[in-house]
């Protein structure tokens, strides 16, 4: 299984961008797809987070300013990322519970990051 973002990109304050990660490989089902972030010098923090199902939550530092979504006949998750700030600046990580085949446990993978910089 491996998890494939988009790549990020450059944005001024106030701008907005959208990141996207697919899955692909022997995928049974994906309970949730996070998204996490690491800013220079800090640890990686939480973001996001969408279930099968469709519910949602996130981090206070972005709510209401981002949104994440999945399309699970196509095994993605998106981030949409408005009213940037310098201090959204950081490496962008999806991540998701993979179950391979019915009644195997489920696996933490990881995207590969991309980098998103908010700067004038």
């Known amino acids: 299984v491996q998890l494939q973002a988009c790549e990020g990109g450059l944005v001024q304050p106030g701008g907005s961008l959208r990141l996207s990660c697919a899955a692909s490989?022997?995928?049974?089902?994906?309970?949730?797809m996070r998204w996490y972030r690491q800013a220079p010098g800090k640890q990686r923090e939480w973001v996001a987070a969408?279930?099968?199902?469709?519910?949602?939550n996130y981090a206070d530092s972005v709510k209401g300013r981002f949104t994440i979504s999945r399309d699970n006949a196509k095994n993605m998750v998106v981030l949409q990322m408005n009213n940037l700030k310098p201090e959204d600046t950081a490496v962008y990580y999806c991540?998701?519970?993979?179950?391979?085949?019915?009644?195997?446990?489920?696996?933490?993978?990881w995207g590969q990051g991309t980098q998103v910089t908010v700067s004038s």
């Open positions: 991540n998701a519970e993979i179950r391979r085949y019915r009644g195997e446990s489920l696996y933490s993978y």
């Open positions: 969408i279930t099968s199902g469709g519910s949602t």
């Open positions: 490989g022997t995928i049974f089902n994906i309970n949730f």
